[in-house]
């Protein structure tokens, strides 16, 4: 039965635990990241495998089909060619109007040469966090609480932390995400505060609305640019009548994702 | 202390925790993904030395913490709990039925979660909790239970192809022959 080396185990691996439990935040991250570091050889070589799966994927398309596929790019080129020069021109008659009103100048930097594509290479392992790592660190200039988009541009999360080849990546559907957050029409402001049920990512709470809120389902949720992420990414739509919270904080409603976060394998992530 | 066995078993948990971030087949398919350290530890607590096992708690713990957004070092004790608990017993459990591995995987594998749980929520973090979170436990119990036996024959075939077999005693005893004949 027990010994006395066993009773020394347990001592020392809960000294250790503890120690580590208490370590100052700073220095848990630098050591997660340190501990991370090991695992780069694996992620390379996932990586490469992939890469290489794709390359004979190539390999071995026909030619008339890769013919076909440069077509549709082209036409898809051409016409969003087209969409970005009535934009050019629409913007240019706003300003105009603005300056005939002298209305202030909205301040909407482009998202031009700002955007980094990352490719997921881990989510979390354990159930109860929406996190995943992506391949793009601090050389690729990512830095904490920067926005994650989906391709086609929806809020997905932001930037917990970065080393210098990966980063940690905090789904909306995170608890702890915690992004402010606008309901375009009514003009009403809360905090998403994590999805609804730990199955479904797609549907996320909205908390902290005014009690009597007007918000009505099929409405547009963006970010309001009240907190560190900047405003007018659209991160989706309003699935239900608004309840009052049961902690009695206000309203709260659920929200539809544009974007399902737990789908994709490719990410933007937009640098300042 | 058979440091080859313990170093299979540390490799192993090393490429399980990268496999299960990586690979999210059984997260898209059954809402929940599988953790393989608690049969891991199943089997080191069963095969192993102390050290072994606590090595394997301290290192599976912090490497699994490491890729999740868990606190650093909250899965180091509710994996030594497991292995701490199958340790002084094992000259009790019948290792080779196939039954006892299960069930025991599927214990420890309920046990892990539940206890990282709790540790969590005692440091007033706020996990993704909810009905379906019994659903994901369900998912983890069962599947660490399943692949217990599969751990099991994985590395008795690797101990089996990499040690020296244990030398089989013959029943011939030369001063027992009889001679015939005449000398």
């Keep these: 039965m027990l010994k006395r080396p066993h009773f020394i185990a347990l001592g020392l691996v809960g000294l250790l635990a503890l120690v580590i439990l208490n370590l100052p935040q700073h220095t848990a991250g630098q050591l997660k990241l340190a501990i991370g570091s090991l695992f780069l050889p694996l992620f390379g070589l996932s990586k490469s495998s992939q890469q290489l799966a794709r390359e004979g994927g190539d390999a071995v398309t026909s030619k008339a089909e890769l013919l076909r596929e440069v077509e549709t790019l082209r036409r898809t080129n051409e016409v969003l060619q087209l969409v970005a020069a009535q934009n050019e021109a629409l913007l240019r008659e706003n300003t105009a109007f603005r300056q005939l009103y002298a209305w202030q100048q909205q301040q909407q930097p482009s998202w031009k040469n700002r955007l980094h594509l990352g490719r997921i290479i881990a989510r979390d392992p354990a159930n109860w966090w929406q996190i995943v790592h992506i391949d793009l660190g601090t050389r690729d200039g990512i830095q904490a609480d920067l926005p994650v988009l989906s391709p086609e541009g929806y809020l997905i999360g932001r930037v917990a932390s970065a080393s210098l080849t990966r980063s940690e990546v905090l789904l909306i559907s995170n608890p702890t995400c915690r992004v402010s957050a606008q309901v375009e029409k009514a003009n009403e402001m809360g905090i998403i505060t994590g999805a609804a049920s730990p199955l479904d990512n797609t549907l996320v709470t909205l908390g902290m609305l005014p009690p009597a809120s007007s918000a009505k389902p099929g409405e547009i949720v963006t970010t309001s640019g009240l907190g560190i992420l900047p405003k007018g990414i659209r991160i989706g739509q309003i699935a239900e009548n608004p309840q009052v919270s049961e ?18 394998d490719e990410v933007w992530v937009l640098t300042p | 202390m058979n440091w080859l066995n313990t170093i299979i078993i540390l490799g192993a948990a090393f490429v399980a925790v990268f496999l299960e971030a990586s690979c999210d087949g059984f997260h898209r398919l059954l809402g929940a993904q599988i953790d393989l350290l608690p049969a891991l530890m199943v089997y080191a607590s069963l095969t192993c030395e102390i050290a072994g096992v606590a090595l394997l708690a301290v290192l599976g713990g912090l490497w699994l913490d490491t890729l999740s957004y868990n606190p650093l070092g909250v899965s180091v004790l509710p ?15 019948l290792r080779d039925q196939l039954y006892a591995r299960f069930v025991l995987g599927l214990t420890a594998s309920a046990i892990v979660p539940l206890l990282t749980l709790l540790i969590m929520l005692s440091m007033r973090r706020t996990p993704l909790l909810g009905w379906a979170t019994i659903w994901q436990l369900l998912v983890m119990s069962v599947g660490g239970g399943l692949l217990t036996p599969a751990c099991f024959w994985l590395f008795d075939s690797i101990n089996r192809a990499l040690s020296y077999r244990p030398a089989v005693q013959s029943s011939f005893r030369p001063d027992r022959d009889i001679k015939r004949g005449r000398n």
């Excluded at chain 1, 929200?255 to 789908?263: D, I, M």
């Design chain 2, 79 to 93: 994996l030594f709990a497991v292995g701490f608990l199958v340790y002084p017993r094992r000259g009790l459990i």
């Design chain 1, 247 to 264: 902690l009695g904080s206000g309203g709260e409603v659920r929200v539809k994702l544009f974007a399902n976060p737990t789908s994709l």
